[in-house]
């Protein structure tokens, strides 16, 4: 398997993969929407709040996460990881995690301070991630699921309310995604 940052010209396989997997494990209409959500990340986010992971295997697609910029309250350099896809057929073998932390890993070098999720924290906690308290730390919108609002620093200082989050991009500016 090869991981590789994610290429403009991958995006229709890539949007692909997300519509794919998620009808597969939520039904075809959970699948539309997140392909939409991927969709709209690649075409209206600027270059440099947007990157992207991929894995290959012999050339074929089969995982991808994408990283969007945040706005906090103490400006710091902060992204959200959201959505994240493995190829149904290729769950369960490791692939998420390594995605992920390959991904964590290039935006620690990259001066990235903080890294939230919304998603299951018995997944995400594998690689890092710890539940927040949405009511300190508050995310853009009214969490229906705040169960699953995560984060972790990637310096040495502990995430606090001074991280709460102002505004994310364009793409995910939307109540029904939180
Ligand atoms: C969730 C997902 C990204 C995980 O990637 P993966 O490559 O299959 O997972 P990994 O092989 O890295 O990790 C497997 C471990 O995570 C656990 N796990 C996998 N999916 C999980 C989930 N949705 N919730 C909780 N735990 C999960 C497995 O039980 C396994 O645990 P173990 O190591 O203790 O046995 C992938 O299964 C997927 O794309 N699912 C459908 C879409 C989705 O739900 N995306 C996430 C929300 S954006």
């Not at 998603?119 to 969490?143: C, E, H, M, R, W």
């Not at 169960?147 to 309310?161: D, F, P, R």
Request: charged content about 20%; overall charge negative.
């Amino acid at each position: 398997m090869k991981i590789a940052q994610y290429q403009a010209s991958q995006a229709e396989t890539v949007i692909e993969l997300f519509a794919n997997v998620f009808s597969d494990s939520e039904g075809a209409d959970e699948g539309q929407v997140i392909a939409r959500l991927v969709d709209d990340l690649i075409t209206t986010t600027d270059s440099k709040d947007l990157i992207g992971f991929v894995a290959t295997e012999n050339e074929f697609v089969i995982g991808c996460i994408f990283f969007s910029r945040l706005v906090t309250a103490n400006n710091a350099n902060a992204f959200i990881l959201s959505p994240v896809a493995i190829n149904t057929e290729n769950q369960g073998q490791g692939i998420g995690q390594k995605l992920i932390l390959e991904g964590l890993s290039y935006l620690k070098a990259t001066g990235v301070e903080r890294v939230f999720s919304y998603g299951d924290p018995n997944y995400y906690n594998k690689v890092g991630f710890k539940q927040i308290n949405d009511s300190i730390i508050t995310a853009p919108f009214t969490l229906t699921y705040p169960e699953g609002w995560i984060a972790q620093t990637l310096n040495e200082l502990e995430i606090s309310k001074q991280d709460s989050v102002i505004s994310c991009v364009d793409a995910l500016n939307k109540q029904k995604y939180w």
